[in-house]
């Protein structure tokens, strides 16, 4: 496994992610809404530097991929039952892959009329991109390859490793088939 972003760079890039989303919210109440599992760390690291009343949700979203290369149909769960009309809503992610998942999730948000809803990922996949939507926050792009740590999986297995690192393709049987979300 080849580490692409230690712990300090991941701990410095969620410091300034923070300081720049309590700065452009400035003091207003907002509701961050996490997506399980991938965005587990990344979520519990960058809500404890947020300088900003606070509400806290969890969305479980699944996508079941066959052995196609196009992605299936994602299945998402709401945790927390939290109210979203009216708030101000960043949704969080683990990464941003072909967008997919960022923008069925975020259709869904807005059917619960939040007063803005911007979204933030720990990572930027360049080249995979297949939707306009856009993540309004990053923390850092990554190339084209297979990653897991940090709250990212292969087959349920490294989402505890404190880095972020790339999976070689023997390391991975099964290459791109069935991502874990
Ligand atoms: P999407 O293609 O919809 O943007 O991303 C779907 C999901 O696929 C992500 O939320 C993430 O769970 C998973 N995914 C995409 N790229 C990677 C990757 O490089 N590593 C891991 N572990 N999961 C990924
Ligand atoms: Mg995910």
Redesign the pocket.
């Known amino acids: 496994m080849k580490v692409i972003l230690s712990e300090s760079e991941i701990s410095a890039g969620i410091a300034q992610l923070a300081r720049r989303i309590s700065d452009d919210y400035r003091g207003r109440p907002l509701t961050v809404v996490g997506?399980l599992t991938?965005s587990l760390i990344f979520l519990s690291d960058l809500i404890r530097r947020l300088d900003l009343p606070l509400k806290v949700g969890l969305i479980q979203?699944s996508?079941y991929r066959g052995r196609a290369t196009s992605?299936g149909k994602?299945a998402v769960a709401d945790l927390s039952g939290l109210d979203l009309a009216g708030r101000d809503v960043l949704l969080l992610?683990?990464?941003?892959?072909?967008?997919?998942?960022?923008k069925e999730i975020t259709a869904l948000l807005h059917s619960q009329k939040p007063a803005c809803l911007r979204s933030a990922v720990l990572?930027w996949?360049e080249g995979?991109q297949r939707v306009e939507l856009t993540p309004d926050y990053h923390c850092f792009r990554i190339p084209d390859?297979?990653?897991?740590g940090y709250g990212?999986?292969?087959n349920d297995e490294y989402r505890h490793l404190p880095h972020v690192a790339a999976l070689e393709d023997n390391e991975r049987p099964d290459c791109r088939a069935g991502?874990?979300?």
């Open positions: 997506v991938g979203a996508s992605p994602l992610d683990d990464i941003y892959d072909t967008g997919q998942t960022l990572l996949k995979r390859v297979f990653v897991v990212l999986d292969y991502f874990a979300v």
